[in-house]
């Protein structure tokens, strides 16, 4: 690929001229949302469900996106064609807009829109053989009533500092608890335990956002006779469960086979995290939006 083609308010901009102001509040202040999503064979997985978690973000901080849906939906998949793409990642994002230094959202009157997309860079097989180990860190989750973590929103700090946390520990990833000792989730991925073939993960309430590979997980485990709970677990219910795995847009669905020390079943990955995995990469190229499918109107 010669130029990677970036929308920016309203146009295609080449990524060297991609650049928004100092002013804008997503900068000054992490005042905005974001979407990550991915594109596999030219299939943007589950492109409706992280649309909609795009505009219930938008909705909770009062942050007007200045088009319908569809339109952002006709958007995103130009950018992909536009830059040829079969399997990508897609960043959207909408902030505050530019505004003065308060930190007031009224003085920013044009929402800032971003689309980008790039080839992606896929974990390496090894990880999904081996699995990732983890560490509790002492940072808690963002309460819901100070910041909900259902919110995507461009202010990721509590994230980003529980992760440098997990590199200090010289582990892959961080658990992150809530004030009240439940566990939550990782930085980028939600969690979920696997006891005597029942499969828990943690209520999005306790501080996890809603992930859509957590949903996909949820429905074809399901669909495949799993029993699954959403309820409350602490560390002891993770060191002792026989499976313990991840799921995010980037990670998939991928084994945790050590937590704080202790070996996760016999440390490898399990047959459930398995089995979901293959069932979750039958479906990464059918469900969602095909992008060389359709013949949608020419974004400009
Ligand atoms: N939790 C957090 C904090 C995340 O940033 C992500 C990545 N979006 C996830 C969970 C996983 O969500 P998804 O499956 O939608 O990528």
């Not at 992606?120 to 910041?147: H, I, M, Q, T």
């Not at 520990?169 to 000792?181: H, I, P, R, S």
Request: glycine share 8%.
């Amino acid at each position: 690929m010669s130029s990677q083609w970036i929308y920016l308010g309203g146009e295609f901009v080449n990524k060297n001229e991609a650049v928004v102001s100092v002013y804008d509040h997503g900068f000054l202040y992490g005042d905005g949302v974001f979407e990550g999503i991915r594109v596999y064979e030219g299939n943007i997985f589950k492109l409706d469900e992280h649309l909609d978690r795009l505009y219930d973000s938008a909705k909770s901080i009062m942050l007007s996106i200045p088009y319908e849906k569809e339109e952002l939906e006709s958007i995103i998949a130009e950018t992909v064609r536009k830059n040829e793409l079969q399997t990508a990642y897609i960043r959207v994002v909408i902030s505050r807009g530019s505004g003065n230094l308060g930190l007031d959202p009224v003085s920013c009157s044009n929402p800032r829109v971003v689309v980008i997309a790039e080839a992606l860079a896929l974990f390496p097989k090894e990880l999904y053989e081996r699995g990732v180990r983890l560490a509790s860190v002492s940072s808690r989750r963002n309460r819901p009533d100070v910041l909900p973590p259902q919110v995507k929103s461009l202010n990721y700090l509590n994230n980003i500092l529980v992760k440098m946390e997990a590199n200090q520990a010289g582990v892959d990833e961080a658990l992150m608890l809530n004030d009240q000792g439940y566990v939550t989730e990782g930085s980028a991925d939600n969690i979920f335990i696997v006891k005597k073939g029942t499969i828990y993960t943690p209520p999005t309430y306790l501080g996890a956002l809603e992930g859509i590979t957590r949903n996909a997980i949820m429905d074809l485990a399901r669909k495949k006779g799993y029993d699954v709970k959403e309820q409350p677990f602490t560390r002891h219910d993770v060191y002792v469960a026989d499976e313990v795995f991840l799921t995010g847009t980037a990670a998939e669905v991928i084994a945790a086979v050590e937590v704080d020390q202790r070996e996760i079943g016999d440390g490898k990955p399990g047959v459930v995290t398995s089995h979901l995995l293959s069932e979750f990469r039958k479906v990464t190229t059918t469900d969602g939006y095909k992008v060389y499918e359709k013949n949608q109107a020419h974004v400009s």
